[in-house]
């Protein structure tokens, strides 16, 4: 099995050298063990802050371990009644191309037709949950509700405008760091308007594609981008603080939004959000998911790195934005 260890924890952004690649023998299957090929491991932004020692809400990586997250594989060997070779795992083992562990560890999932195991990881799993439960429960959208996602061309920020639309958004208003970026959004996601926060001041543009203001702002980013919804909420608007990529990277704490005064006259909520909180959301989110992808009415991108030993390129490249929906590791065991 050839897996990724973190060996030491970056300061600012992370480096190659942070990582190690090792490959190690497999022992024989004991009663009640599988093993699995992974097929795509996840990438993302969350495991930036795990691999800082800071207070969070999820325990630091340990050092000289394989990276644990999100994967897909296919189960080629098992020693359990519950688990049969072939069997498409959902599991949290992370960056390395084959696992094997007890078979309550892995969870089965069914093969779709027509949709790539990836999408256990994107727009059937977790960054599609955070989507659903952060707009549904957390901003608690309303119909006729105007919407404002940033990191909007993400796993997470793409499914919110299009779940924002399809529960009654009267406008639905993205931001991303290309122009590629900002054309998929109204040309493919449905957005109403989009602009590229690399083009100008985010809180002009935001002001101009939402003239009658915002109710909801589903922030990934932090920094500018929530003191510019700050600016742009109506009275009683709520934000879901999803993310804030701009700083995971940052060596010094930023700064504060300054203007969050505005929240007292306008009345605002916001509220902060970790999706494993809400999983029990998950049966709800998956019928949603499946019958708006059955009907067409979510569509999805995937960004598709090659080879557990880009693992952290992958990552690396996630966090410069080098991708379009889901950043996934496709494994080539
Ligand atoms: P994405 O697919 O959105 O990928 C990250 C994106 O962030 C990049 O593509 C890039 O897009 C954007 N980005 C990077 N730097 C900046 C910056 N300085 N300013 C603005 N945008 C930037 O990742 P996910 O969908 O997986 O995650 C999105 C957010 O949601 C993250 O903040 C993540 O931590 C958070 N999250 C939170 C969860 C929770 O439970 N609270 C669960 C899952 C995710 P661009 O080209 O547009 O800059």
């Given amino acids: 099995s050839t897996q990724i260890q973190l060996v030491a924890r970056p300061t600012g952004w992370p480096t190659n050298a942070d990582f190690r690649t090792i490959r190690v023998d497999l022992p024989e299957l004991t ?7 992974n097929e795509f491991v ?3 932004p969350y495991m930036r802050g795990r691999m800082s020692d800071a207070k969070s809400y999820s325990a630091p990586y340990a050092l000289n371990e394989t990276m644990t997250g999100g994967a897909v594989g296919r189960v080629i060997d098992s020693a359990s009644d519950a688990v049969a070779v072939g069997d498409v795992v959902v ?10 562990g007890d078979a309550a560890d892995f969870r089965v999932v069914p093969e779709l037709p027509g949709v790539p195991l990836s999408a256990y990881l994107g727009v059937l799993g977790m960054t599609a949950l955070t989507a659903y439960v952060g707009l549904l429960e957390v901003a608690g959208l309303k119909e006729g509700d105007t919407v404002f996602v940033s990191g909007a061309a993400g796993a997470v920020g793409s499914m919110v405008g299009q779940i924002a639309r399809l529960k009654g958004a009267k406008r639905v208003i993205g931001s ?21 926060y690399k083009d100008g001041d985010i809180a002009e543009q935001l002001s101009a ?3 009658g203001g915002i109710d909801v702002y589903f922030d990934n980013v932090g920094g500018d981008h929530l003191e510019a919804a700050l600016d742009s ?19 010094e ?25 809400y999983v029990q959301h ?50 080539n065991v």
């Fill in 42 to 44: 996840s990438v993302d």
């Fill in 176 to 196: 991303a760091g290309s122009a590629e970026k900002v054309a998929l959004l109204t040309e493919k996601y449905g957005f109403d308007a989009a602009f590229n």
């Fill in 209 to 211: 594609a939402a003239p």
């Fill in 282 to 331: 998950f049966s709800d989110f998956s019928a949603d998911m499946a019958g708006w992808l059955a009907a067409g009415d979510v569509v999805f991108d995937e960004t598709v790195v090659d080879g557990i030993d880009h693992a952290v390129d992958a990552f690396l490249g996630l966090m410069r934005g080098e991708n379009t929906g889901k950043m996934v590791v496709r494994t």
């Fill in 91 to 100: 599991h949290q083992f992370g960056w390395r191309d084959l696992v094997q």
């Fill in 233 to 251: 909420f109506n009275d009683g608007g709520r934000a879901a603080l999803c993310g804030a990529i701009s700083v995971y990277n940052n060596t």
């Fill in 31 to 37: 009663p009640g063990q599988v093993r699995v090929a």
């Fill in 253 to 277: 704490a930023a700064g504060g939004p300054r203007n969050l005064a505005n929240m007292i006259g306008r009345g605002l909520t916001l509220k902060g959000f970790i999706v494993g909180n």
